[in-house]
């Protein structure tokens, strides 16, 4: 019985951690950004292995507020990107939160257009300069002005974090684009594919093809 206590509680455990790191307002602190990032990669597996947790941390939790809240925020850790990115898509990927949940979630994400800018738009520069806060990447960031980092195009991106980051958005951008299943309506995928075709979504993700990452031209 105490196991079972242990195991069902773990997910609130780790969510009210997730919770206080974005309330403490450290997300520009790189530790607490891979810590945030490590805590949905720990609960995203135990979501998907477990309908019961799932159900727990989207109803009783609301995780999914607090992915696209992260989301959202206008600056943001490739590492988190990818892994909010990562369990959002697994969520949405069981039938039953998506029917449930989709409405508000691409309402919540704007139909997912402001993601595009991290493709090489806007938010692509901001992307990248967080990355190089990370392993040995910090020591180039402290010894050059981080304004004047010189952002590589994408023919010479090499950063495996802002790839990764790309990889989870494309994947959550896939969910939307696939077929209804069993030929049912789906005004949640309409919407959302609508926008991203006013958005140039097929221009940015072509030129993604020019980045020298294998897994981005899968």
């Known amino acids: 019985f ?15 951690r997730a919770t206080r790191i974005m309330e403490g307002g450290r997300l520009t602190d790189p530790m607490e950004c891979t810590t945030l990032a490590t805590i949905f990669n720990f609960i995203t597996p135990m979501m ?52 449930k949940y989709a409405g508000k979630v691409i309402d919540d994400l704007q139909l997912l257009v402001p993601l595009l800018e991290f493709l090489n738009g806007a938010r692509f520069r901001d992307l990248y300069k967080r990355a190089l806060r990370h392993g040995a990447d910090q020591k180039m960031l402290v010894e050059i002005d981080a304004d004047n980092i010189e952002v590589p195009p994408l023919t010479h991106l090499s950063n495996e974090r802002v790839c990764e980051a790309f990889l989870a958005i494309i994947g959550l951008m896939a969910l939307f684009a696939e077929a209804p299943k069993n030929g049912e309506m789906d005004t949640y995928r309409e919407q959302v594919s609508e926008a991203m075709s006013k958005s140039n979504r097929e221009q940015i993700l072509l030129r993604l093809l020019l980045v020298p990452n294998d897994n981005l031209k899968l």
């Open 2 to 16: 105490l196991f079972k206590f242990v195991v069902a509680s773990t997910h609130v455990r780790v969510i009210s």
């Open 48 to 99: 998907q292995r477990n309908q019961n947790v799932l159900r727990d941390c989207c109803e009783s939790f609301h995780i999914l507020d607090l992915l696209c809240s992260i989301m959202m925020q206008h600056s943001i850790d490739p590492l988190i990107l990818r892994s909010a990115c990562l369990s959002l898509t697994m969520i949405l990927q069981d039938t039953e939160m998506y029917f």
